[in-house]
């Protein structure tokens, strides 16, 4: 199939035939944007609609950027190998919210480019946020089929870079943020359980219930410590008060809580693939070694 007819439908596999994954995909990441748009088209965006269609945006490259990560732990600990088909587009997705982000900055501004320069360079969250998208910039060029071709082994070892860009992402969330960082932590915690897993695989750890619970605490304890750490560093606040507020429910959930939660479903969603596989009859074979009685294949 020509490259340009995939181009163009982004919703069919390498077949040519409609993908149900991809399209569904295809149209969760145009949502976003949608809504924001019609938002912003409703005047429903508040009084500096610019600057919450900015924060949308990133806010939602982030998103997808993390979504883009747990594409391979989760088709590993549900054994779906055709998550793989979404990665790219993923991806890509990131790198459009991400485009949008700058663009609405631009718009922000005014469009004097000078100014919008001299920003990025003098504001330390901005340099950071640029950098970042320099490299979703590189990657998002170096996706195509022609490219991983022509870079050969190089290609995977460019594209772990997405791991520093994540890094260096939830950082510049972080520091734009003002008082509350809950979102970010929460971000952050997501972004602590996919590379726990990553670190579990480079150590050989066997993804079974039981390691992805603890890695489910782990890294819920983890983002308690970043959310103290944040407060103590920025604002001053003894991080045994904000420790201690993840035990308390009067006024809110904490982020680590939700990361536990979200954590939780690794191990539940492993649990289901074990007992779905094990309830599968076994295929059989025929060892004409015992008269050509059928037994189960090794």
């Known amino acids: 199939m020509p490259a340009t007819t995939a ?59 993390l979504l883009s990560l747990a594409v391979t732990p989760l088709r590993r600990i549900a054994n779906y190998p055709r998550f793989i088909l979404v990665r790219r587009m993923l991806g890509l997705t990131v790198l459009a919210y991400a485009l949008l982000h700058l663009g609405l900055y631009v ?83 997501l972004f602590i359980v996919l590379m726990g897993w990553r670190a579990m695989q480079r150590f050989r750890i066997a993804s079974n219930p039981a390691t992805l ?11 308690a410590l970043v959310e103290a750490a944040w407060y103590g560093l920025k604002s001053g606040v003894p991080a045994s008060a904000v420790l201690g507020a993840n035990l308390d429910f009067s006024y809110s959930i904490r982020p680590a809580w939700w990361v536990l939660g979200y954590g939780l479903l690794l191990p539940l969603v492993n649990l289901v693939r074990t007992l779905t596989d094990t309830a599968k009859p076994r295929p059989t074979t025929v060892d004409r070694s015992v008269g050509g009685r059928p037994v189960a294949a090794e």
């Open 107 to 189: 718009v922000d501004q005014n469009f004097i480019l000078s100014k919008v320069a001299s920003e990025i360079v003098q504001r330390f969250y901005l340099t950071i946020g640029f950098v970042a998208l320099l490299g979703l910039t590189v990657l998002g060029v170096t996706s195509t089929d022609g490219m991983i071709r022509r870079l050969g082994k190089a290609w995977p070892r460019l594209h772990k870079v997405v791991y520093a860009i994540a890094a260096l992402g939830l950082f510049h969330y972080f520091l734009q943020t003002k008082i509350d960082v809950s979102n970010p932590v929460f971000w952050t915690g």
């Open 213 to 223: 619970v603890g890695l489910a605490v782990a890294s819920a304890l983890l983002t």
């Open 7 to 65: 181009l163009a439908a982004p919703w069919r596999d390498r077949a040519g035939r409609l993908s149900g994954l991809k399209l569904a995909t295809f149209l969760f990441a145009l949502a976003p944007g949608l809504w924001l748009a019609g938002s912003y088209g409703l005047d429903a965006l508040g009084p500096k609609p610019i600057t919450a269609l900015i924060h949308g945006t990133g806010d939602w490259a982030v998103r997808f950027l």
